[in-house]
T-cell receptor, first 118, second 113 residues
């Protein structure tokens, strides 16, 4: 199946700094990527939809200036948490949809990135 | 709008026993339905999916699910639980093949020896 890779898996940063998380589709081209946030023992909350070559579409309540998303190529989307604060600590997961061939709606997920802001 | 309800945030079974994780959906259009599994500190792995073909769907690791339109359900089952099945399970729905996935709140499965 298709492989999505996230980096870094773990990141610890000081309050006020910015952190960039990368999401790559390794063996397919992803015209659309999704960024989710997961709080402890909770479900995944969609943050934004990232479309290659255009601006991301953010879900209601998600600050676009806080969570910058860039999808500059068909295999890479990045999420930058700007001026991070402890409340931004969470597990961030990206997913991608294969843009080629038959599309069954399946999303392929990255391994997730755990952000801890001190 | 699509939504998913998973009944039971925590299910505990004995090794070898039947696993039944419940999922009910709401959708204004014929849904695409998915079950994903998540191990601690990892992403999600697809177990199986329903995309309007056969109503009984077989997935990986011996899991299967049956789409019942009349009951708006897509329950996940496995005849005999293994210790390695202990994980968090998420049911999800999407509007066709292009929409994002809407997830249920998840069910944590524990397997007792």
């Amino acid at each position: 199946g298709a492989v999505v890779s996230q980096h870094p898996s773990w990141v610890i940063c000081k309050s006020g700094t910015s952190v960039k998380i990368e999401c790559r589709s390794l063996d397919f081209q992803a015209t659309t990527m999704f960024w989710y946030r997961q709080f402890p023992k909770q479900s995944l909350m969609l943050m934004a939809t990232s479309n290659e070559g255009s601006k991301a579409t953010y879900e209601q309540g998600v600050e676009k200036d806080k969570f910058l998303i860039n999808h500059a190529s068909l295999t890479l989307s990045t999420l930058t948490v700007t001026s991070a604060h402890p409340e931004d600590s969470s597990f961030y997961i990206c997913s991608a949809r294969d843009g080629r061939g038959a599309n069954t709606g399946e999303l392929f997920f990255g391994e997730g990135s755990r952000l801890t802001v001190l | 709008a699509q939504s998913v309800t998973q009944l039971g945030s925590h299910v505990s079974v004995s090794e070898g026993a039947l696993v039944l994780l419940r999922c009910n959906y709401s959708s204004s259009v014929p849904p695409y339905l998915f079950w994903y599994v998540q191990y601690p500190n990892q992403g999600l792995q697809l177990l199986l999916k329903y995309t309007s073909a056969a109503t009984l769907v077989k997935g990986i690791n011996g899991f299967e699910a049956e789409f019942k339109k009349s009951e708006t359900s897509f329950h996940l089952t496995k005849p005999s639980a293994h210790m390695s099945d202990a994980a968090e399970y998420f049911c999800a729905v999407s509007k066709g093949s292009q929409g994002n996935l809407i997830f249920g709140k998840g069910t944590k499965l524990s397997v007792k020896p």
